[in-house]
Nanobody, 123 residues
Framework: QVQLVESGGGLVQAGGSLRLSCAAS????????MGWFRQAPGKAREFVAA????????YYADSVKGRFTIVRDNAENTVYLQLNSLKPEDTAVYYC????????????????WGQGTQVTVSS
C-alpha cells in the first residue's frame, strides 16, 4: 500500500522560506514520478513541481520557477520541496502525489496522494 505523508508546512512572512517533505512508503519508487500540487481556497488545484525519481530531472510551474526546488533523497525515500522567496499568493494546501513512470502536470494522472500540508504566507 502506497503511503505519502507530507510535513513541513506552516505560517511564514513574505520573503521567507519553508521546506516541505513527502515521505513515501509501500513501493519502490524508482519507476515513479513525484509531484507537488497546491490548492488555495476557492481555486482549482495547480501543478507546482515534479521530479522523475530514477533520473532526477525536474519540472516547475512558471509561477514558482527560480523560487522553489524539488529534490529526492533515495536513502530516505523522501521528496522535498524547498520554498524560497515566498509570496502571499503561495498560500495553499500543498499535496504530494505519485504516478508511475514520467511526470505530468495534470493531477488526474497521479494515482497516489498525501493528505496535504498547509502553507500560509503573510504579507
Amino acid at each position: 500500500q502506497v503511503q505519502l505523508v507530507e510535513s513541513g508546512g506552516g505560517l511564514v512572512q513574505a520573503g521567507g522560506s519553508l521546506r516541505l517533505s513527502c515521505a513515501a512508503s509501500g513501493r519502490t519508487f524508482s519507476s515513479y514520478a513525484m509531484g507537488w500540487f497546491r490548492q488555495a481556497p476557492g481555486k482549482a488545484r495547480e501543478f507546482v513541481a515534479a521530479i522523475n525519481w530514477s533520473i532526477g530531472d525536474t519540472y516547475y510551474a512558471d509561477s514558482v520557477k527560480g523560487r522553489f526546488t524539488i529534490v529526492r533523497d533515495n536513502a530516505e525515500n523522501t521528496v522535498y520541496l524547498q520554498l524560497n522567496s515566498l509570496k502571499p499568493e503561495d498560500t495553499a494546501v500543498y499535496y504530494c502525489a505519485a504516478r508511475l513512470h514520467f511526470y505530468s502536470d495534470n493531477g488526474d494522472q497521479y494515482a497516489y496522494w498525501g493528505q496535504g500540508t498547509q502553507v500560509t504566507v503573510s504579507s
